[in-house]
Antibody, heavy 119, light 107 residues
Framework: EVQLVESGGGLVKPGGSLRLSCVAS????????MNWVRQAPGKGLEWVSS????????YYADSVKGRFTISRDNAKNSLYLQMNSLRAEDTAVYYC????????????WGQGTLVTVSS | DIQMTQSPSSLSASVGDRVTITCQAS??????LNWYQQKPGKAPNLLIY???NLETGVPSRFSGSGSGTDFTFTISSLQPEDIATYYC?????????FGQGTKLEIK
């Protein structure tokens, strides 16, 4: 059974930093792309970032480019999101999502971790 | 960047009704269109991938169609457990965009 478990969320002041983690199990982590998708309170889904299986290809939404860094450790079956220069508009539930074999869609999602940016 | 226009934003229907949601892309995305269901307080769940393929384990009352710029998601006979928000999502040039969502309620 595929499982994705996020952690690292919490309350942070504007301009601060936070690092999210996602531990994966139930599939060969090193063979699949991984992604972060967020959802602001009461709003829709927004793709944040993607990383290929070997970390060769990394992509970001314009809204986070230059502030967020995605990375992975295939030996630890783990995905990370380093978030710097946080803004109030970054407040959201952050989901870790497994990419499908062709990377067209997200076939498994974690339960999410809440990030609140507020003074 | 490709924009996705999903409609309606909300929908009220009765149990047993046929429900249809549409999603329009701002440019041709071939069949790279997927549909997710999200129940309150839960993570999204993949229902349909590549426009018309039913994900394993998803009931057959859910279906999708379309290609190019115009896509349709259908529930053939609405069930009480289908109450949720539904999102379309496109993939183009390694970037992903979601539609605004359709909140489905029981009449």
């Amino acid at each position: 059974e595929v499982q994705l478990v996020e952690s690292g969320g919490g309350l942070v002041k504007p301009g601060g930093s936070l690092r999210l983690s996602c531990v994966a199990s139930g599939f060969t982590f090193s063979s699949y792309s991984m992604n972060w998708v967020r959802q602001a309170p009461g709003k829709g889904l927004e793709w944040v970032s993607s990383i290929s299986s070997s970390s060769s290809y990394i992509y970001y939404a314009d809204s986070v480019k230059g502030r967020f860094t995605i990375s992975r450790d295939n030996a630890k079956n783990s995905l990370y999101l380093q978030m710097n220069s946080l803004r109030a508009e970054d407040t959201a539930v952050y989901y870790c999502a497994k990419g499908a074999f062709n990377m067209h869609y997200f076939d498994f999602w974690g339960q999410g971790t809440l990030v609140t940016v507020s003074s | 960047d490709i924009q996705m226009t999903q409609s309606p934003s909300s929908l009220s229907a009765s149990v047993g009704d046929r429900v249809t949601i549409t999603c329009q892309a701002s440019q041709d995305i071939s069949n790279y269109l997927n549909w997710y269901q999200q129940k309150p307080g839960k993570a999204p769940n993949l229902l349909i991938y590549d426009a018309s393929n039913l994900e394993t384990g998803v009931p057959s009352r859910f279906s999708g169609s379309g290609s190019g710029t115009d896509f349709t998601f259908t529930i053939s006979s609405l069930q009480p457990e289908d109450i949720a928000t539904y999102y379309c999502q496109q993939f183009d040039n390694r970037l992903y965009t979601f539609g605004q969502g359709t909140k489905l309620e029981i009449k």
